[in-house]
């Protein structure tokens, strides 16, 4: 599929995320690690998170529809959380965008990744 807005694609990759998560919680309980309370699915577009949330039905958004009542449908029994996060803390922007020298390292270092390679 091809997005025309990015809202569009980012929601459809909330969708799969979310899909990921069910998984993932499903093994967890499967070898008795229970999660509690809802899993969170970091999205840093504010209008991805507005549609999943609202009620009203978005004209530009017709595609998409299926999308939308899974994930509300979840949202709505609390399995997941959709909160913001900021674009530069976005930690998978290192596997997907174009970063400078200094977010590299910050993200990095936030991911806990080492060199193995440095002189120690």
């Known amino acids: 599929m091809v997005a025309k807005l990015s809202a ?3 929601f459809k990759f909330m969708a799969h995320g979310i899909c990921g998560l069910l998984w993932l919680n499903m093994l967890l309980s499967e070898v008795g690690f229970h999660i509690k309370g809802p899993m969170s699915l970091y999205c840093n ?6 549609i999943a949330h609202d009620p009203v039905q978005h004209g ?8 939308r009542h899974f994930i509300k449908d979840h949202l709505k029994k609390g399995s997941i959380c959709t909160p913001y996060i900021q674009t530069h803390d976005q930690h998978v922007n290192i596997f997907t965008e174009d970063l400078s020298g200094a ?3 910050y ?4 991911l806990g990744m080492i060199n193995i390679y440095s002189l120690a």
């Open 107 to 110: 993200i990095v270092s936030k």
């Open 60 to 67: 530009q958004t017709k595609h998409v529809d299926v999308d």
């Open 45 to 50: 577009n504010k209008a991805a998170i507005s």
């Open 8 to 10: 569009e694609a980012e």
């Open 103 to 105: 977010q590299f390292m």
